[in-house]
Structures are given as C-alpha cells and as structure tokens.
C-alpha cells in the first residue's frame, strides 16, 4: 500500500474489513508521515465520540414535567389544554429520546458489545447450556430458525451445549464451544432482527473489552463467534 491508497482507506475506511485494514496499518508502521495521519484521526474520532456522550437529564427538569402534569389537571379553559399539550409532547420527546429502540441494534459496534457482554455473563459450561447432538434439529427446535455450523474460523472448536437467550428483545441462539481450556461463544440470530446490514459471505471483525468477535453473515442468519 502507498501513501494515496493509506489516505483513501484513512478517508472511506472500513473498520471491519480485515484485510485492508491491515496492509493500512503494516504502511503506517513504515510511514511516519502516514502514521501521524492515523493517529490524528484517531484523536478526532475520540474527540467527536466523547462530544456526544449519553448525559442523564438533570433530575430538576423531570421535576418541571413531572409539575405540569399535576397542574395541568387543575386548569381550565384554552389555556389550560395548551399547557397540558406542551407537557404532553415533553413526555413523548423524553420517551423518544432516551428509550432505545427495541430488537435491534444501531450499528456493528453496539451489536458488538451487547454480545460480549452476554458472553462474559453466561460463558459456563453448566447449569445453563443443555447438551446438542444435532446443531440444526436443536436450532429448528429452540430458536424455530434453520441455521447450520459447518465450519468456524477458530481452532479445532467442538461443541459443549446450547441455550436460547434474549438481547435486545431478539432471540439468539448461544452455542458453546470448547479448545482445550479456551471456551468460545457462537451467537446465531436471524438478520431481520439486528437492524442493520451485512455484506453475505463477508468476514467482521471488532474488539470489545479485549474480546475478539468475528461476525458474518449466511442464509439469512447473522453469526457471532468471540475468541
């Protein structure tokens, strides 16, 4: 890679796109001038990122709400109903703005972290995964979508139990396998419930919390494998 190509990749890149992402960063060793690029970058996106940071609402404007809907009731006339209208249409942007939207996912990265943590949470071999003979059959049976494991891109991973759990208001599948003493989970969801798009037969990558998650997409079910 050249330092043209490292700027367009800078401009469009693809985070998740492994194997451009790293002859990108192999120049950028090489390439002082490159590597100040990346590293201003980087600064930007954090710097943008911590900009719009979740902030609590402070609790007095709740309480300036929460006092005309008590004194909505109280008054009359056209005054009143407009002041009941005002509180009204607060509480609906209040509930809009700060309740997430249900069974799906705003991007790979928030995807990413919710099935970290649910690996983090429930990767133990008992008593919460029963025992699968048959990957498809107990899929077809529990997650009531077909779905098939043939191969995984990690070691020679072979496979401990399953069980169904909810993230997000959408059912996945949590597959549990095992390396030796490295345990890896395999999350199986349908691709209409996450919310957003996967190119088919395309290999993601991200790290969360220093967990490595690869994330694909086949026949219509997404898959997510942490390692």
Same mark, same amino acid.
């Given at each position: 890679?050249?330092?043209?190509?490292?700027?367009?990749?800078?401009?469009?890149?693809?985070?998740?796109?492994?194997? =451009?992402?790293?002859?990108?960063?192999?120049?950028?060793?090489?390439? %002082?001038?490159?590597?100040?690029?990346?590293?201003?970058?980087?600064?930007l996106?954090?710097?943008?990122? /911590?900009?719009?940071?979740?902030?609590?609402?402070?609790?007095?404007?709740?309480g /300036?709400i929460?006092?005309?809907?008590?004194?909505?009731?109280?008054?009359?006339?056209?005054?009143?109903?407009?002041?009941?209208?005002? %509180?009204?249409?607060?509480?609906?942007?209040?509930?809009?703005?700060?309740?997430?939207?249900?069974?799906?996912?705003?991007?790979?990265?928030?995807?990413?972290?919710?099935?970290?943590? =649910?690996?983090?949470?429930? $990767?133990?071999?008992?008593?919460?995964?029963?025992?699968?003979?048959?990957?498809?059959?107990? $899929?077809?049976?529990?997650?009531?979508?077909?779905?098939?494991?043939?191969?995984?891109p990690?070691?020679?991973? /072979?496979?401990?139990? $399953?069980?169904?759990?909810?993230i997000?208001?959408?059912?996945?599948?949590?597959l549990?396998?095992?390396?030796?003493?490295?345990?890896?989970?395999?999350?199986?969801?349908?691709?209409g =419930?996450?919310?957003?798009?996967?190119?088919?037969?395309?290999?993601?990558?991200?790290?969360?919390?220093?967990?490595?998650?690869?994330?694909?997409?086949?026949? /219509?079910?997404?898959?997510?494998?942490t390692?």
């Open positions: 890679m050249d330092c043209a190509t490292f700027s367009s990749w800078l401009e469009n890149r693809d985070t998740y796109d492994l194997s =451009e992402a790293d002859r990108a960063m192999k120049h950028a060793v090489q390439c %002082a001038k490159c590597k100040d690029l990346l590293q201003k970058d980087e600064e996106d954090r710097f943008v990122a /911590k900009m719009f940071q979740y902030e609590m609402m402070d609790k007095r404007m709740y /300036k929460d006092r005309s809907l008590g004194e909505s009731g109280r008054k009359r006339g056209i005054k009143g109903g407009l002041a009941a209208a005002v %509180a009204m249409v607060a509480v609906v942007a209040l509930f809009f703005a700060f309740t997430p939207s249900p069974g799906s996912f705003s991007s790979m990265d928030e995807f990413g972290r919710y099935i970290v943590q =649910e690996h983090q949470n429930h $990767g133990r071999i008992t008593p919460l995964f029963e025992k699968i003979d048959n990957v498809e059959g107990w $899929g077809r049976d529990n997650l009531h979508k077909s779905f098939k494991v043939n191969t995984l990690a070691g020679n991973l /072979k496979i401990v139990g $399953g069980r169904i759990c909810t997000k208001d959408c059912e996945f599948a949590h549990l396998y095992q390396d030796g003493k490295e345990i890896y989970s395999l999350f199986v969801v349908s691709e =419930e996450i919310g957003f798009n996967l190119e088919p037969g395309r290999m993601y990558s991200l790290t969360v919390a220093g967990v490595e998650l690869h994330v694909w997409q086949k026949q /219509k079910m997404v898959y997510a494998l390692s």
